[in-house]
């Protein structure tokens, strides 16, 4: 038997998804537990080593209930961790129909959820926060930052330096760094490290502007001496916000997708970061310029995260 997940990543999105069940994946495999990625037709990674034993590319859309439950089928998956945001009651109802077992990630909290348990990873998400929903009797609720996973390559090291740390992930972000760089430069004179992947278009626009305070790193596996040097982040609102907490970095994010709205809008009212919203809108330098002014006043957080979140994952899926 297997355990199987259900998500999709190319060069534009996914990213996230794809991280976190590869760390699940990882934590699996150490208990000998065999593991298959059902995936998307255009499913791309050229980032990170996978440890799932098997990748299956659905001929179809990559949320495609019936043809999903088909393979689980042939392949004796008898459990699936659904890692995308179409998982709609019909979805849900289709996979029961075929007797598969189930849990998924959400962020909405609202609707039905029929699975075995539900991970929202928001750092202020609470079993509450399901009053209105329609729940499985027995579904648990794993609820808050502590189902989140990080890289497991991220080192915390003392912060050391003045820079600025600017991440949008790991697909092509649109130039949104490059036009966020653009505008922490004017009125900030110290380090910028742009940390991107090769599929970012941000890296072609911050080397035309020929800053010599600026840093581009492409394809880094570990960012751990990078941020070393920093005492600023900005980062887009998924797997990176939660980074930043672990490390503890002041921070802040915004966000691509509707998904990471709720993430954005916690992180500051917690107070362990300031949301700048939409990141496809245009932003403006003065909010940098506040935050970098009054950077010194911020006193180190304490890390919401403690790395362990894909083992808790993996016990759950193996129960």
């Known amino acids: 038997m297997a355990i199987g997940f259900n998500f999709d990543a190319n060069s534009s999105v996914g990213y996230g998804h794809l991280n976190r069940c590869n760390e699940i994946a990882k934590e699996l495999k150490k208990r000998k537990q065999k593991t298959i990625a059902i995936v998307g037709k255009n499913f791309n990674n050229s980032f990170i080593d996978l440890h799932f ?3 299956i590319k659905i001929n179809s859309s990559f949320s495609d209930a019936g043809e999903i439950a088909q393979i689980c089928i042939e392949k004796n998956i008898p459990k699936l961790l659904i890692d995308h945001y179409q998982c709609d009651v019909i979805f849900q109802e289709t996979l029961t129909s075929y007797g598969i077992m189930f849990g998924q990630y959400d962020f909405k909290c609202e609707g039905s959820y029929l699975g075995k348990f539900v991970i929202n990873i928001n750092p202020c998400a609470n079993k509450g926060w399901y009053k209105k929903a329609v729940l499985n009797r027995e579904i648990k609720l794993l609820c808050g930052a502590k189902f989140a996973i990080i890289n497991p390559n991220l080192v915390t ?10 991440c949008m992930g790991g697909g092509n972000d649109n130039g949104v760094a490059a036009s966020i760089i653009n505008q922490v430069s004017r009125v900030y004179k110290g380090e910028i490290h742009l940390v991107a992947s090769s599929l970012s278009s941000s890296v072609p626009l911050v080397e035309k502007l020929n800053n010599a305070n600026i840093t581009t790193h492409v394809d880094l596996s570990d960012y751990s001496e990078i941020i070393k040097r920093c005492h600023y982040a900005i980062v887009s609102a998924g797997t990176l916000s939660y980074e930043m907490a672990y490390i503890g ?38 909010p940098f310029k506040e935050l970098l002014n ?22 759950v899926l193996l129960t």
């Open 249 to 286: 970095i002041p921070f802040s994010c915004g966000y691509f997708a509707e998904n990471q709205i709720k993430i954005a809008n916690s992180w500051q009212q917690s107070g362990l970061a300031h949301s700048l919203g939409c990141l496809t809108n245009k932003i403006s330098g003065q």
């Open 157 to 166: 090291k003392p912060l050391e330096g003045e820079g600025v740390f600017v």
């Open 53 to 55: 034993d098997e990748v």
């Open 294 to 315: 009054n950077i010194s006043l911020k006193k180190p957080r304490k890390p919401l995260i403690d790395g362990l979140a894909a083992k808790r994952i993996a016990e």
